[in-house]
């Protein structure tokens, strides 16, 4: 395969071309980054030839410095965006006024007052996993996962309107639409018209996203309160005063769901694989929580004191962030790092590699919570650390997940003590989202109080 150089950017052939990259992805990227050392470099992927830039300074003028000239649009946007259609999710106009409107119902005021309704939630969501304690009878880490963050986040957009029911299959739809979508990720120059494995499934998942939204807009309109998202779109009016259609607001809730709920199970799913693997930070978790919660049940008061919970949640965001790659088009020629980047091609930033370059991080490698202590947090270059995105696009729902995944954290080891079953190595699978590589099978006992 031929190297194709353009200007100041090395393009690095994939061996053997993209068949091989699409069996091991996250393997083949992570030996060019290397290679590269921060270095901006062009993939030749035969039909597609992105670049793949890593390094903060760049990573900063693209999502910040020039946001503007860098579109949320075609690789993963495209087929994303059929399920959760233009709002919140895309760019331009339509995903800025989206965002005005979001903004301050994922403000820290607002955030702070769902929480203690967030709390109870997910007690009675981890309350679910009782029936496998008694048993000893063990389950799918990253069904139960979704499921707790589908109860959650679930209560915080629908308020008390949805029923469980129909909330699971909201929950279920969303993770097979996630799922079945990453033959489109991975042959992005695919026409949207070409057959490919997962299409039909993700069909399916999107009727059935707006066959359980569409419903509880309708019955939102009804009310004349609510502190839930949908309720509070519901109330919202646009520059000319008029209430937001329904296809508005489904593309809002559905691009926030979507975002927080697969997120949140994922990140969640990680955190008890590294615990997994490191007995001494899971036992310092326990000690804390212990310490902290005793023999209560979660609740919003007790996270301010949850500090080292807080931050094995941000490392496992370090080594696992559920968004591992964030595509941008460009919209106008620019040149970064000394390398033009002409108008239509591609850019690919990834929180994964760049979470992972021994320039920036002391053994990258390594799971270690105290690189989040907070006397650490200034030596760090803003974007070095990217789990939520960062610049305009930067995610509204960061401190609802960070409550969320404390809580859910302290939930579990409050009552339970969980084990993975050892079913061989577990490595990350480069998906829509870093999903594990193989199933997990989680076992609790009652934990003593």
Not at 287 to 294: D, L, S
Request: hydrophobic share 45%; charged share 25%.
């Amino acid at each position: 395969m031929p190297v194709n150089v353009l200007q100041n950017a090395a393009s690095i052939p994939v061996y053997r071309g993209p068949a091989r990259f699409a069996r091991d992805p996250l393997g083949q990227l992570e030996a060019i980054s290397a290679r590269a050392e921060g270095a901006i470099v062009r993939l030749n992927l035969g039909f597609f030839r992105p670049f793949l830039v890593t390094r903060p300074d760049d990573v900063q003028h693209i999502l910040s410095g020039n946001a503007g000239r860098y579109v949320r649009e075609g690789m993963l946007w495209q087929p994303v965006r059929r399920l959760t259609g233009n709002g919140i999710s895309g760019d331009g106009p339509q995903w800025k006024a989206s965002r005005e409107v979001l903004r301050p119902m994922f403000a820290a005021r607002h955030v702070a007052a769902l929480t203690q309704t967030l709390a109870d939630t997910v007690n009675e969501a981890v309350d679910g996993l009782d029936e496998h304690a008694t048993t000893g009878r063990p389950f799918d880490l990253v069904k139960a996962m979704t499921r707790v963050a589908d109860l959650a986040l679930g209560r915080a957009f629908f308020g008390g309107g949805i029923p469980s029911a129909d909330g699971e299959r909201l929950g279920q739809a969303v993770a097979t639409a996630f799922t079945s979508l990453t033959a489109r990720m991975l042959l992005p120059f695919a026409p949207s018209w070409a057959p490919l494995p997962g299409d039909r499934a993700f069909r399916r998942a999107v009727r059935t996203v707006d066959e359980v939204v569409y419903p509880l807009v309708a019955q939102r309109r009804l009310q004349s309160d609510g502190d839930d998202v949908v309720a509070m779109l519901c109330q919202v009016r646009d520059g000319a005063g008029q209430p937001l259609d329904d296809r508005r607001i489904r593309d809002d809730v559905v691009g926030m769901y979507v975002a927080g709920t697969e997120t949140t199970a994922v990140a969640l799913t990680w955190l008890w694989v590294a615990l997994d693997a490191d007995p001494a930070v899971a036992e310092r978790l326990r000690a804390e929580v212990e310490r902290v919660v005793g023999g209560e049940r979660p609740a919003a008061k007790h996270l301010p004191e949850l500090r080292y919970t807080r931050m094995v949640i941000q490392e496992v965001l370090r080594l696992y962030p559920s968004g591992w790659f964030l595509p941008r088009t460009v919209l106008e020629s620019d040149v970064v790092g000394g390398v033009r980047l002409p108008a239509g091609s591609t850019v690919l930033l990834s929180p994964y590699l760049t979470h992972r370059m021994p320039s920036l991080w002391e053994r990258p490698h390594v799971f270690d919570p105290e690189r989040f202590a907070p006397e650490r947090a200034g030596a760090r270059h803003r974007f070095a650390y990217l789990p939520f995105a960062g610049g305009p696009h930067q995610c509204l729902g960061s401190q609802l997940f960070m409550a969320e995944a404390q809580l859910v954290v302290a939930a579990m080891l409050s009552r339970y003590r969980p084990r993975l079953r050892d079913d061989g190595p577990v490595r990350p699978r480069a998906a829509v989202t870093l999903r594990p590589s193989r199933r997990l099978a989680m076992t609790i006992t009652r934990g003593e109080r």
